[in-house]
């Protein structure tokens, strides 16, 4: 079992940055692929950025492309989303998540097997 905890969201001005962390315990994340996802009220939870296992590559939602990033200290068994140049429809519960590695990056929140419970970020000027 992994257990995974998020922290650092909040308020924020449009425009603005803010870095989440996802604390692990229970594993070692270096064996997993990790994983941001979103829910906005009303909406269904969407992919936002993978990090493959031991730091393999990542990918990212279009949507954030070039104002995300994520990534992971394996010695603090933490793993990071950088969020920079704020819009207000960023603004969701932030969810990290670890998958089983297979040697590939995969978007679909079923691929993931152990779910945080989630930050919430709310981007407002």
């Known amino acids: 079992q992994v257990q995974l905890v998020e922290s650092g969201g909040g308020l924020v001005q449009i425009g603005g940055s803010v870095r989440l962390s996802c604390a692990a315990s229970g594993r070692t994340l270096g064996n997993y692929n990790m994983g941001w996802f979103r829910q906005a009220p009303g909406n269904e939870r969407e992919f936002v950025a993978t990090i493959g296992r031991s730091g393999g590559g990542t990918d990212y939602a279009d949507s954030v492309k070039g104002r995300f990033a994520i990534s992971r200290d394996v010695a603090k068994n933490t793993v990071y989303l950088q969020m920079n140049s704020l819009k207000p429809e960023d603004t969701a519960v932030y969810y990290c998540?670890?998958?089983?590695?297979?040697?590939?990056?995969?978007?679909?929140?079923?691929?993931?097997?152990?779910w945080g419970q989630g930050t919430q970020v709310t981007v407002a000027s």
């Open positions: 998540a670890a998958g089983y590695a297979f040697g590939t990056l995969y978007r679909q929140g079923s691929r993931f097997n152990f």
